[in-house]
């Protein structure tokens, strides 16, 4: 059987069809994403582009006000870039910054989690106990930290090139507890069971059993906490952004585009600020609702009940 | 409670409490050490290079780094953060100068989160599908999804822009308690400016508190004791509002605590949207102006309130949850 039609024929995909609010969220996001990468493409302008920017075409309000124009459908914020286009390029922009910081956030988390699980003893008691401070510190409020040192220490011109790594690595490793706790809770149930105790008998390496075994049997749940932890990780970047911490303005992902126009919301250019956000807010919306439909379908506790 | 647990309790608390105040501190200091040059700071560039070295030398820059660590550390129990750049003012004074307005903020908006988690929550745990019960959660579901710098500039574009009722920026009046405090919240001007401020810092944590509340009074209310109660024939109120939300706020109390951090994570967009002459404001200022002791003041100060309250709710809990045992009651 193909791994097509094993997937359209598992238990997961016959709920998923059959519940509406999982199949629009999971299409909002699906063009979040296909839009957004397709964005240089599809975009009708290159905000990048210097050379395409005209001032006098600066502010200019979406095409369906008075004095709009109709080669901006969105209008223009104030160095003549066109809305749709850089709001097109911010969304792959948040996006890319979630993704790769969630699989940073994985693969910490996930190794942290398997030995502090698979050990136990002093190296759980000392991970878990550092992942409790962690949290209760907050990742945001360690990234603002962490983010304005390095501000403060590279300049903020040097800092503006490093800017998408530094977001990605900060980011990744502030919030490694929650996958580490994750996985270290499924191994503590894992490894008590037969084959595990089989595999030690037969003799093969410690090593073996924690990555071969252990690990592909504790990564459901992982996939569960993986969609809110991107919504989780676009909220960060965007908050972050919005401080100037993050994405520079000739750069943009949406939080840094939001700071931009945030500065002129008072004189009535309000499309600068409240078009991206919209945007930021109907891609999070989507990703916690799939979320939420995912871990209660994963979860076979919750499934008895319902 | 036994006497010699609590105190074992008390020690453990503390010693962590210490360990996180050191990597804080270390966090200090090495900042202290690599943002800038003091020598520039302080003598310009028309120094030569041998009185630069003299200087250095004089200034214990050249000494070994426990060495400096630990004047940097005596200095800083002293009270003694450094002089910041900008406002040629100790950076420890600045700091707590700003205290009041993020403190007030953070007790309006506690009070709306705890005024309102615990009847909403309570309310929809009840009543599982009512309305207005669906309408509350469809409300949270949307407030935790909308991140806080966006409910703040939503609330700022809709009640300032639009419709021109309510302040956009600043505290407004403050008028002077005797002890040097100045409140915005004794005169109506600066209540006024509060009202949105302290809705947008509360705007996520809100209904994450009812969904909580809701969740644990639901699970409390199938628990034994609750029927057994209810089958000896205690009024369902009674039953309801003593019995069943006593043990629910437990947990509530221990998510509080960890949502402390947050919390002051959000101060700082708040403030920064609003314009709010508070700590968090003042903290991204001296990011931009690179006032590395106002940073490093910043950082100390938070961390401080962070560890005392985290301390605090960590007492509170252990001291209303009879469950729980003191030593060695890892799990």
């Known amino acids: 059987m193909s791994t097509i039609s094993r997937i359209l024929q598992s238990d997961l995909f016959y709920r998923f069809s059959r519940d509406k609010v999982a199949m629009g969220s999971a299409l909002v996001v699906m063009l979040f994403v296909v839009v957004a990468a397709l964005s240089p493409v599809l975009a009708p302008q290159n905000p990048y582009d210097l050379t395409q920017l005209d001032i006098l075409d600066s502010e200019l309000p979406p095409r369906w006000q008075d004095g709009g124009d109709e080669r901006f459908l969105l209008g223009t914020d104030h160095q003549g870039r066109d809305m749709l286009s850089t709001i097109m390029y ?137 969609t809110v932890q991107i919504a989780e990780a676009i909220i960060t970047e965007a908050s972050l952004s919005f401080l100037g911490l993050g994405m520079p303005v000739t750069q943009p992902s949406l939080g840094s585009l939001i700071r931009s126009g945030f500065e002129f919301i008072f004189s009535g250019t309000w499309w600068i600020t409240i078009l991206p956000s919209l945007v930021l807010i109907v891609l999070i919306f989507s990703l916690n609702l799939l979320g939420d439909w995912l871990r209660d379908a994963l979860n076979p506790r919750l499934y008895k009940k319902t | 409670m036994k006497a010699p647990d609590l105190a074992a309790f008390l020690f453990r608390r503390l010693l962590q409490a210490a360990l996180v105040m050191f990597v804080i501190s270390l966090v200090g200091f090495s900042i202290q050490d690599n943002l800038g040059d003091p020598l520039r700071e302080l003598v310009g560039q028309s120094v030569s290079e041998a009185e630069r070295d003299a200087l250095r030398d004089q200034m214990g820059l050249n000494d070994p780094f426990l060495i400096q660590y630990g004047r940097f550390i005596t200095r800083a129990v002293q009270g003694d953060l450094g002089t910041s750049y900008f406002f040629k003012k100790p950076a420890l004074e600045v700091i707590l100068d700003k205290f009041p307005a993020t403190f007030e903020l953070v007790l309006v908006a506690t009070c709306i989160i705890i005024g309102f988690s615990v009847p909403l929550g309570v309310y929809t745990a009840i009543h599982r599908d009512s309305l207005i019960t669906k309408i509350i959660m469809g409300f949270s579901i949307i407030g935790i999804s909308v991140p806080v710098f966006l409910t703040a500039i939503f609330a700022i574009y809709i009640f300032s822009v639009l419709l021109g009722w309510m302040p956009s920026f600043g505290r407004g009046d403050t008028y002077a308690l005797p002890w040097g405090w100045e409140s915005g919240l004794l005169t109506l001007d600066g209540l006024e400016h509060i009202v949105l401020p302290s809705i947008a810092l509360s705007s996520i944590m809100l209904p994450l508190f009812i969904r909580l509340i809701r969740a644990e009074m639901m699970e409390v209310l199938q628990t034994e004791y609750v029927k057994y109660a209810r089958a000896k024939g205690l009024r369902t109120r009674r039953v309801r509002y003593v019995h069943a939300l006593k043990n629910t706020l437990i947990p509530v109390v221990s998510l509080g605590g960890v949502k402390i951090g947050t919390l002051i994570a959000y101060t700082i967009l708040t403030e920064t949207v609003f314009q709010w002459p508070g700590m968090g404001f003042l903290f991204l200022e001296a990011v931009n102006r690179v006032d590395t002791p106002l940073i490093i003041a910043y950082i100390i100060i938070v961390g401080l309130i962070f560890v005392i309250s985290n301390t605090l709710v960590d007492l509170i809990y252990t001291w209303i949850n009879p469950t729980i045992k003191f030593v060695g009651g890892d799990r």
């Not at chain 1, 983010?147 to 998408?164: K, M, N, P």
């Open chain 1, 90 to 226: 911010g969304t792959g922009i948040s996006l890319m910054i979630g993704v790769f910081a969630v699989l940073l956030q994985a693969f910490i988390g996930i190794s942290i989690g398997l030995v502090s699980g698979y050990i136990g003893g002093r190296v759980d008691a000392f991970f878990m106990r550092l992942a409790d401070i962690q949290l209760s510190i907050s990742t945001l409020m360690l990234a603002i930290v962490a983010l304005a040192v390095f501000q403060a220490a590279f300049g903020s011109e040097l800092y503006q090139d490093l800017s998408i790594i530094m977001l990605i690595m900060v980011i990744g490793i502030a919030e490694w507890p929650q996958y580490a706790r994750t996985v270290r809770a499924s191994v503590l149930a894992e490894r008590s069971k037969e084959y595990v105790d089989a595999a030690r008998v037969i003799g093969l390496p410690k090593r073996h059993i924690m990555f071969r075994h252990v690990l592909p049997n504790t990564l459901s749940p992982v996939l569960v906490i993986s």
